[in-house]
Protein backbone atom coordinates (compact mmCIF):
# COMPACT_ATOMS: atom_id res chain seq x y z
CA UNK A 1 0.00 0.00 0.00
CA UNK A 2 1.41 3.38 -0.84
CA UNK A 3 -0.12 6.84 -0.98
CA UNK A 4 1.07 10.59 -0.92
CA UNK A 5 -2.02 12.15 1.08
CA UNK A 6 -1.92 14.38 4.56
CA UNK A 7 -0.58 12.45 7.90
CA UNK A 8 -1.68 12.56 11.74
CA UNK A 9 0.33 11.06 13.89
CA UNK A 10 -1.06 9.91 17.22
CA UNK A 11 1.91 8.95 18.45
CA UNK A 12 5.20 11.18 19.50
CA UNK A 13 7.16 7.84 18.01
CA UNK A 14 5.43 7.67 14.92
CA UNK A 15 5.84 11.31 14.61
CA UNK A 16 9.59 10.97 14.42
CA UNK A 17 9.62 8.19 12.31
CA UNK A 18 7.71 10.96 9.71
CA UNK A 19 10.15 13.50 10.40
CA UNK A 20 13.00 11.19 9.45
CA UNK A 21 11.82 10.21 6.22
CA UNK A 22 11.80 14.31 5.41
CA UNK A 23 7.60 13.72 5.37
CA UNK A 24 7.04 16.45 7.38
CA UNK A 25 5.37 18.86 5.19
CA UNK A 26 2.78 16.27 5.35
CA UNK A 27 1.97 16.28 8.62
CA UNK A 28 -1.05 17.89 9.83
CA UNK A 29 -1.68 16.80 13.17
CA UNK A 30 0.23 15.72 16.12
CA UNK A 31 -0.54 14.68 20.35
CA UNK A 32 0.21 16.70 23.04
CA UNK A 33 3.19 14.69 23.38
CA UNK A 34 5.29 15.04 20.18
CA UNK A 35 8.71 17.29 21.29
CA UNK A 36 10.87 16.10 18.51
CA UNK A 37 12.13 17.30 16.26
CA UNK A 38 12.54 20.35 17.49
CA UNK A 39 8.82 21.04 18.15
CA UNK A 40 6.20 19.23 15.96
CA UNK A 41 3.27 21.25 17.65
CA UNK A 42 3.84 24.14 15.90
CA UNK A 43 2.06 25.32 13.37
CA UNK A 44 -0.07 21.95 13.46
CA UNK A 45 -3.19 20.64 15.05
CA UNK A 46 -3.41 19.36 18.14
CA UNK A 47 -5.68 16.29 17.93
CA UNK A 48 -5.10 13.90 21.16
CA UNK A 49 -4.71 15.21 24.49
CA UNK A 50 -4.04 13.45 28.10
CA UNK A 51 -3.93 13.50 31.95
CA UNK A 52 -3.08 16.51 33.42
CA UNK A 53 -0.19 15.31 35.74
CA UNK A 54 1.06 18.76 36.51
CA UNK A 55 2.64 19.16 40.05
CA UNK A 56 2.06 15.31 40.67
CA UNK A 57 4.89 13.09 41.54
CA UNK A 58 5.44 9.56 40.22
CA UNK A 59 3.56 7.99 43.37
CA UNK A 60 0.63 10.05 42.75
CA UNK A 61 0.72 9.80 38.83
CA UNK A 62 0.61 5.94 39.40
CA UNK A 63 -2.27 6.32 41.63
CA UNK A 64 -4.31 8.68 39.04
CA UNK A 65 -3.57 6.39 36.21
CA UNK A 66 -4.96 3.38 38.04
CA UNK A 67 -8.09 5.04 38.93
CA UNK A 68 -8.48 6.19 35.62
CA UNK A 69 -8.00 2.69 34.57
CA UNK A 70 -10.03 0.57 37.25
CA UNK A 71 -12.32 3.29 36.46
CA UNK A 72 -12.65 2.33 32.17
CA UNK A 73 -11.61 6.00 31.59
CA UNK A 74 -9.73 7.94 28.59
CA UNK A 75 -5.91 8.46 29.64
CA UNK A 76 -6.07 10.42 26.46
CA UNK A 77 -8.54 11.84 24.29
CA UNK A 78 -8.87 12.80 20.69
CA UNK A 79 -9.95 16.24 20.02
CA UNK A 80 -12.20 15.45 17.08
CA UNK A 81 -13.41 19.04 15.94
CA UNK A 82 -9.47 19.58 14.91
CA UNK A 83 -9.44 15.79 14.02
CA UNK A 84 -11.92 16.85 11.46
CA UNK A 85 -10.61 20.33 10.85
CA UNK A 86 -7.04 18.18 9.51
CA UNK A 87 -8.62 15.53 7.88
CA UNK A 88 -5.91 13.43 7.41
CA UNK A 89 -5.21 10.81 4.49
CA UNK A 90 -3.39 8.52 6.40
CA UNK A 91 -3.66 7.95 10.28
CA UNK A 92 -0.60 6.56 12.55
CA UNK A 93 -1.77 5.02 15.76
CA UNK A 94 -0.92 2.44 18.26
CA UNK A 95 -2.26 -0.30 20.73
CA UNK A 96 0.55 -1.50 22.45
CA UNK A 97 -0.10 0.80 25.77
CA UNK A 98 -3.47 2.62 26.89
CA UNK A 99 -0.95 4.24 29.30
CA UNK A 100 1.44 5.74 27.07
CA UNK A 101 -1.32 6.38 23.48
CA UNK A 102 -4.59 6.60 22.65
CA UNK A 103 -5.62 3.08 21.23
CA UNK A 104 -6.83 2.87 17.68
CA UNK A 105 -9.80 1.54 18.32
CA UNK A 106 -11.05 4.78 19.84
CA UNK A 107 -9.68 6.52 17.13
CA UNK A 108 -11.64 4.12 14.37
CA UNK A 109 -14.79 5.01 16.63
CA UNK A 110 -14.17 8.39 16.12
CA UNK A 111 -13.40 7.88 12.67
CA UNK A 112 -16.71 6.27 11.97
CA UNK A 113 -18.44 9.28 13.87
CA UNK A 114 -16.77 11.62 11.95
CA UNK A 115 -17.53 9.81 8.33
CA UNK A 116 -13.45 9.91 8.06
CA UNK A 117 -12.15 7.56 5.06
CA UNK A 118 -8.78 8.03 6.37
CA UNK A 119 -6.23 4.88 6.43
CA UNK A 120 -5.06 3.57 9.73
CA UNK A 121 -1.69 2.19 10.06
CA UNK A 122 -0.99 0.47 13.72
CA UNK A 123 1.79 0.63 14.94
CA UNK A 124 2.88 -1.82 18.16
CA UNK A 125 6.35 -2.91 18.27
CA UNK A 126 7.83 -5.31 20.80
CA UNK A 127 11.49 -5.34 19.79
CA UNK A 128 14.25 -3.54 18.32
CA UNK A 129 13.72 -5.62 14.89
CA UNK A 130 9.86 -4.74 14.86
CA UNK A 131 10.50 -1.01 15.53
CA UNK A 132 12.53 -1.07 12.20
CA UNK A 133 9.55 -3.00 10.14
CA UNK A 134 7.04 -0.15 11.39
CA UNK A 135 9.32 2.23 9.93
CA UNK A 136 9.40 0.04 6.82
CA UNK A 137 5.40 0.31 7.49
CA UNK A 138 5.08 3.86 7.62
CA UNK A 139 7.13 4.41 4.36
CA UNK A 140 4.85 2.07 2.71
CA UNK A 141 1.69 3.73 3.32
CA UNK A 142 3.46 6.96 2.96
CA UNK A 143 4.80 6.21 -0.74
CA UNK A 144 8.50 6.14 0.44
CA UNK A 145 9.43 2.79 1.13
CA UNK A 146 12.88 3.29 -0.46
CA UNK A 147 13.32 6.55 2.50
CA UNK A 148 12.42 4.01 4.60
CA UNK A 149 14.56 1.23 3.52
CA UNK A 150 17.52 3.86 3.46
CA UNK A 151 16.85 4.63 7.38
CA UNK A 152 16.70 1.12 8.41
CA UNK A 153 20.10 0.00 6.61
CA UNK A 154 21.52 3.40 8.40
CA UNK A 155 20.55 2.38 11.70
CA UNK A 156 21.64 -1.05 11.77
CA UNK A 157 24.60 0.06 10.57
CA UNK A 158 25.06 1.82 13.70
CA UNK A 159 24.10 -0.76 15.80
CA UNK A 160 26.28 -2.92 13.77
CA UNK A 161 29.72 -0.58 14.67
CA UNK A 162 28.65 -0.75 18.88
CA UNK A 163 28.89 -4.54 18.53
CA UNK A 164 31.90 -4.60 16.99
CA UNK A 165 33.25 -1.69 19.63
CA UNK A 166 31.77 -4.03 22.91
CA UNK A 167 32.92 -7.20 21.53
CA UNK A 168 34.61 -9.43 24.22
CA UNK A 169 34.02 -6.92 26.98
CA UNK A 170 32.71 -8.51 30.20
CA UNK A 171 28.97 -7.90 29.87
CA UNK A 172 27.70 -6.04 32.86
CA UNK A 173 24.79 -6.98 34.66
CA UNK A 174 21.89 -3.91 34.02
CA UNK A 175 18.61 -3.18 36.27
CA UNK A 176 16.49 -0.86 34.02
CA UNK A 177 13.67 0.86 36.53
CA UNK A 178 11.49 2.09 34.05
CA UNK A 179 9.80 3.66 36.47
CA UNK A 180 10.44 4.74 40.03
CA UNK A 181 7.62 4.23 42.80
CA UNK A 182 6.29 1.61 42.39
CA UNK A 183 9.18 0.19 40.69
CA UNK A 184 9.03 -1.20 37.19
CA UNK A 185 10.74 -3.79 35.35
CA UNK A 186 11.15 -2.44 31.73
CA UNK A 187 9.67 -4.40 29.13
CA UNK A 188 9.64 -4.56 25.25
CA UNK A 189 12.76 -3.51 23.85
CA UNK A 190 14.45 -2.00 26.48
CA UNK A 191 16.21 -5.34 27.39
CA UNK A 192 17.10 -5.65 24.11
CA UNK A 193 18.53 -2.56 24.38
CA UNK A 194 20.98 -3.26 26.92
CA UNK A 195 21.95 -6.64 25.30
CA UNK A 196 22.88 -4.59 22.17
CA UNK A 197 24.65 -2.32 24.13
CA UNK A 198 27.10 -5.31 26.00
CA UNK A 199 24.99 -5.87 28.82
CA UNK A 200 22.77 -8.09 30.61
CA UNK A 201 19.42 -6.88 31.32
CA UNK A 202 18.29 -8.64 35.03
CA UNK A 203 14.56 -8.99 36.07
CA UNK A 204 13.85 -8.79 32.50
CA UNK A 205 11.26 -9.62 30.17
CA UNK A 206 12.39 -8.76 26.37
CA UNK A 207 9.21 -8.46 24.39
CA UNK A 208 6.90 -8.26 27.31
CA UNK A 209 5.45 -5.63 28.84
CA UNK A 210 6.65 -3.47 32.14
CA UNK A 211 5.76 -5.02 35.44
CA UNK A 212 6.55 -3.98 39.00
CA UNK A 213 9.34 -5.87 41.03
CA UNK A 214 10.37 -4.70 44.49
CA UNK A 215 13.54 -3.43 45.84
CA UNK A 216 14.27 -6.20 47.51
CA UNK A 217 14.39 -8.31 44.42
CA UNK A 218 16.65 -5.91 42.64
CA UNK A 219 18.84 -6.15 45.64
CA UNK A 220 18.90 -10.05 45.24
CA UNK A 221 20.31 -9.52 41.76
CA UNK A 222 22.86 -7.17 43.01
CA UNK A 223 23.54 -5.61 39.61
CA UNK A 224 26.10 -3.86 38.58
CA UNK A 225 24.89 -0.52 37.06
CA UNK A 226 21.00 0.69 37.64
CA UNK A 227 19.92 2.89 34.89
CA UNK A 228 16.34 4.79 35.97
CA UNK A 229 15.12 5.66 32.72
CA UNK A 230 11.36 7.03 33.54
CA UNK A 231 8.68 6.31 31.31
CA UNK A 232 7.41 9.85 29.83
CA UNK A 233 10.43 12.04 31.10
CA UNK A 234 13.63 13.08 30.17
CA UNK A 235 17.63 12.83 31.56
CA UNK A 236 16.55 15.24 34.35
CA UNK A 237 13.60 13.93 35.88
CA UNK A 238 15.26 10.83 35.66
CA UNK A 239 18.48 12.22 37.69
CA UNK A 240 16.15 13.47 40.40
CA UNK A 241 14.17 10.09 40.52
CA UNK A 242 17.46 8.46 41.29
CA UNK A 243 18.61 10.46 43.71
CA UNK A 244 15.68 10.26 45.91
CA UNK A 245 15.64 6.42 45.44
CA UNK A 246 20.14 5.94 45.76
CA UNK A 247 18.85 4.88 49.23
CA UNK A 248 17.41 2.30 47.78
CA UNK A 249 19.61 1.06 45.39
CA UNK A 250 22.18 -1.95 45.91
CA UNK A 251 25.26 -0.45 47.50
CA UNK A 252 28.03 -1.32 44.82
CA UNK A 253 25.88 -0.42 41.68
CA UNK A 254 26.67 2.45 39.57
CA UNK A 255 23.88 4.54 39.27
CA UNK A 256 22.59 6.30 36.27
CA UNK A 257 19.77 8.32 34.63
CA UNK A 258 18.91 8.17 30.94
CA UNK A 259 16.58 10.31 28.42
CA UNK A 260 14.16 7.39 28.90
CA UNK A 261 12.06 9.78 26.52
CA UNK A 262 14.39 10.41 23.43
CA UNK A 263 16.42 7.10 23.68
CA UNK A 264 14.62 3.99 25.48
CA UNK A 265 11.03 4.39 25.59
CA UNK A 266 9.18 5.80 22.42
CA UNK A 267 10.06 3.21 19.45
CA UNK A 268 11.61 5.05 16.89
CA UNK A 269 14.71 5.67 15.14
CA UNK A 270 16.32 7.46 18.35
CA UNK A 271 16.31 3.82 19.93
CA UNK A 272 19.59 3.28 18.27
CA UNK A 273 21.00 6.95 20.53
CA UNK A 274 19.76 4.97 23.25
CA UNK A 275 21.91 1.44 22.37
CA UNK A 276 24.82 4.01 21.62
CA UNK A 277 24.23 5.78 24.83
CA UNK A 278 23.85 2.76 27.17
CA UNK A 279 27.34 1.33 25.69
CA UNK A 280 28.95 4.36 26.17
CA UNK A 281 27.42 4.07 29.94
CA UNK A 282 28.90 0.31 29.97
CA UNK A 283 31.69 0.45 28.37
CA UNK A 284 32.99 4.09 27.69
CA UNK A 285 33.11 3.76 24.12
CA UNK A 286 32.22 7.10 22.36
CA UNK A 287 31.64 9.93 23.75
CA UNK A 288 28.82 10.87 26.27
CA UNK A 289 26.41 13.66 25.65
CA UNK A 290 25.03 15.09 29.00
CA UNK A 291 21.92 15.85 27.74
CA UNK A 292 21.74 11.65 27.26
CA UNK A 293 22.54 10.23 30.36
CA UNK A 294 24.14 11.74 33.63
CA UNK A 295 25.94 9.75 35.94
CA UNK A 296 24.65 9.74 39.82
CA UNK A 297 27.04 7.39 41.41
Not at 10 to 19: G, R, Y
Not at 95 to 108: I, K, Q, T
Not at 112 to 122: I, M, N, P, R, Y
Amino acid sequence: MSGAGTIASLIPSATEIVFALGLADRLVGVTFECDFPPDPRVGREILVGGLDTHGLDATAIDALVRERVSAGELLYTLDRERFARAAPDIVLTQDLCRVCALPSGDVEIAMEHLGCSATVVTLDPHSVAEVFETIRAVGDVCGARDRADNLVDSLRARLARVSTAVDGRRRPSVFVLEWPDPPFVAGHWVPELVALAGGDAVLARPGGRSITTTWDEVTECDPDVVIVASCGFGVEDSAAHARDLLHRMPERAQVWAIDANGLVVRPGPRLVDGVETIATVLHGVGSLNPTHALRIR
